[in-house]
């Protein structure tokens, strides 16, 4: 298996794990560096971990102005349409502990053509992170992701070209399934993080989670399997999620 599987008995202890797992990255990235680099995961599971954050006692323990905020993917739509990533995050947390706008690093989901919101990301990182646009991608100190039912997480869906994308480190991915665009990290940028943490829920995703952790290698048809960061790897599974794990 691909990581450290955690399996929680409900999904409140999961995400209470979640937000302590968040804390103590952001606090040994602010001892260490004098910041904290994070991807947030979109989608609907973790909206619970960010208003958690947003709350005692894990409010008061994080350096909020020293977050560098980043999306690990958007929908092409504008910042308060409410299937933006950024919105939800923005609702259920940045607006709570009042983060620092200026490192508030949005895709922007409505940038007309879309690619211009990918090359424009990519030289938000170069400037954030320091490292020269032809040099290796930057290491996040943390990546949150989701994982669909069909195995995607981020944007990257079962047989779409962002799978295959080696170089760039932010693109669009056309994702048929969803006859729409997304913006998204590609893996490169993905696996150079030091920590990435999966985060699980439900029934509906039992079958998926086996295949994934337990199932072939088989990434193109389940892209979660090709996250494989140069750091740690950990999934966060509530015991319905986990339902078909051994
Ligand atoms: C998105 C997310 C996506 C999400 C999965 C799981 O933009 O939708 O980035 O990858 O994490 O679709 O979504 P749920 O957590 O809502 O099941």
Known sequence: MNGELHVFNSTDELFHAAAAKFVEAARSAVTARSRF??????????????????????RSQVEWSKVEWFWGDERAVGPDDP????????????????????????????????????????????????????????????????????????????????????????????????????LTMTYPLLNAAASVVFLVTGVGKAKVLREVLKGPHDPRRLPSQAVRPAGSLHWYVDHPAAGQLE
Do not use: C
């Open 37 to 58: 680099t994070v991807a947030l995961a979109g989608g609907g599971t973790p909206q619970t971990l960010y208003e958690l954050l947003a709350t005692e006692p894990y």
């Open 83 to 182: 299937e933006s990533n950024y919105r939800m995050a923005r609702l259920a947390l940045l607006s709570q502990i009042d983060a620092d706008a200026s490192r508030v690093h949005r895709l922007r989901g409505e940038a007309e053509p879309l690619t211009a919101a990918a090359d424009e990301y990519e030289r938000e990182l170069v400037r954030v992170f320091g490292t020269p646009a032809d040099g290796p991608p930057p290491s996040f100190d943390l990546v949150l992701l989701g994982m669909g039912g069909d195995g995607h997480t981020a944007s990257l869906f079962p047989f779409t070209a962002a799978l295959d994308e080696q170089k760039r480190w932010v693109t669009v991915n056309d994702v048929p399934q969803l006859n729409a665009r997304r």
